[in-house]
């Protein structure tokens, strides 16, 4: 791998107007004011830095669970689906992905499986890493429906920066795992609702990378992991 391509990434394509508008506002600043300029590029290299879409090594062991987003393992707990994704009433194990303004914010399939229901739904822009944000954010969730007939929940939740939610599957589409299912712009978080009888294999505060770093296993009988701060 050349130096080059360590930092040069390919761009999500949601990203070329934007880093199109930065670089045009750039140029006015530099008319304006040369050090204003100088501020518009580093602005312009953020945005890109953003919509940056790196390619991921997945894990592809049947059962495997990975997750959606890179970011902070914010919240595990035990929380009722939202209820226009139809997975029913019952609690089931949430796990919440913080995503911050440095974070890629391209969204990856968490588990290979059917899309059996999309449902967006409007809301309000609260910090994503509230628990509320949940509830009252704007979000969209895909229920996807696995091989063995269980199903999960993965929802993108709208933040307090998050202006539009990119959904680019469809209902009846088959995924894989760590298949790029779509993104959120600018700071939001994704909430993984685990099937019944499934423990969550990251720790509160732990990093993790989309596409690669295991949430969970189906055939796991490990019982839920708790991390250290050191």
């Given at each position: 791998?050349?130096?080059?391509?360590?930092?040069?990434?390919?761009?999500?394509?949601?990203?070329?107007?934007?880093?199109?508008?930065?670089?045009?506002?750039?140029?006015?600043?530099?008319?304006?004011?040369?050090?204003?300029?100088?501020?518009?590029?580093?602005?312009?290299?953020?945005?890109?830095?953003?919509?940056?879409?790196?390619?991921?090594?997945?894990?592809?062991?049947?059962?495997?669970?990975?997750?959606?987003?890179?970011?902070?393992?914010?919240?595990?707990?035990?929380?009722?689906?939202?209820?226009?994704?139809?997975?029913?009433?019952?609690?089931?194990?949430?796990?919440?992905?913080?995503?911050?303004?440095?974070?890629?914010?391209?969204?990856?399939?968490?588990?290979?499986?059917?899309?059996?229901?999309?449902?967006?739904?409007?809301?309000?822009?609260?910090?994503?890493?509230?628990?509320?944000?949940?509830v009252d954010n704007e979000r969209n969730g895909l229920a996807i429906r696995?091989?063995?007939?269980?199903?999960?929940?993965?929802?993108?939740?709208?933040?307090?920066?998050?202006?539009?939610?990119?959904?680019?599957?469809?209902?009846?589409?088959?995924?894989?795992?760590?298949?790029?299912?779509?993104?959120?712009?600018?700071?939001?978080?994704?909430?993984?609702?685990?099937?019944?009888?499934?423990?969550?294999?990251?720790?509160?505060?732990?990093?993790?990378?989309?596409?690669?770093?295991?949430?969970?296993?189906?055939?796991?009988?490990?019982?839920?992991?708790?991390?250290?701060?050191?």
């Open positions: 791998m050349s130096m080059l391509s360590t930092f040069i990434k390919p761009m999500h394509r949601e990203g070329y107007r934007f880093v199109g508008i930065f670089a045009a506002v750039t140029l006015v600043l530099f008319l304006i004011a040369e050090p204003l300029g100088w501020i518009g590029v580093g602005l312009t290299v953020w945005c890109y830095y953003f919509f940056r879409d790196p390619e991921r090594v997945t894990p592809v062991r049947e059962g495997l669970i990975v997750s959606p987003a890179d970011g902070i393992v914010q919240m595990i707990g035990k929380y009722a689906p939202p209820e226009e994704l139809g997975l029913g009433t019952e609690p089931m194990t949430r796990v919440a992905v913080f995503m911050n303004v440095f974070n890629c914010h391209v969204n990856r399939t968490p588990i290979a499986g059917r899309v059996e229901k999309i449902a967006y739904r409007p809301g309000k822009f609260f910090n994503a890493s509230l628990d509320k944000a949940s696995l091989e063995d007939g269980r199903a999960i929940g993965v929802v993108q939740i709208a933040g307090l920066v998050a202006r539009r939610i990119v959904c680019e599957v469809n209902e009846g589409q088959p995924l894989q795992t760590g298949q790029r299912f779509g993104m959120i712009r600018f700071g939001s978080r994704l909430d993984v609702y685990l099937p019944e009888g499934v423990s969550p294999l990251v720790a509160v505060g732990q990093s993790t990378i989309a596409g690669e770093t295991v949430l969970a296993d189906l055939i796991s009988t490990e019982t839920p992991r708790l991390g250290v701060r050191r």
